[in-house]
Nanobody
Framework: QVQLVESGGGLVQAGGSLRLSCAAS????????MGWYRQAPGKERELVAV??????TRYGDAVNGRSTISRDIRMTVSVEVHSLKPEDTAVYYC?????????WGQGTQVTVSS
């Protein structure tokens, strides 16, 4: 049983930064990829950032250049997004992808006020 526990989110002012963290536990196989996605009202879920256990990293187009993802050996992944805009408002979801399955956190709301 894989569990994902998310932390962070809330109300942030435009121009500020946010940090989201997610801790995974359970029987997790390798290789695997951990990261964050987001979904705004009326839009499809999109990639924020993902990092593989080998170090491979990928950023979504909307945050590329103003986002940093990090990951430790204890299966915790964190993402920072800077220079926030109102269009960054969304529900952010932690994701873990392994050969055994694709797992999602419950989601955390991020609201960017102008």
């Amino acid at each position: 049983q894989v569990q994902l526990v998310e932390s962070g989110g809330g109300l942030v002012q435009a121009g500020g930064s946010l940090r989201l963290s997610c801790a995974a536990s359970g029987d997790i196989s390798s290789p695997n990829f951990m990261g964050w996605y987001r979904q705004a009202p009326g839009k499809e879920r999109e990639l924020v950032a993902v990092r593989g256990d080998s170090g491979t990293t990928r950023y979504g187009d909307a945050v590329n250049g103003r986002s940093t993802i990090s990951r430790d050996i204890r299966m915790t992944v964190s993402v920072e997004v800077h220079s926030l805009k109102p269009e960054d408002t969304a529900v952010y979801y932690c994701n873990l992808f392994t050969g055994q399955g694709n797992y999602w956190g419950q989601g955390t709301q991020v609201t960017v006020s102008s």
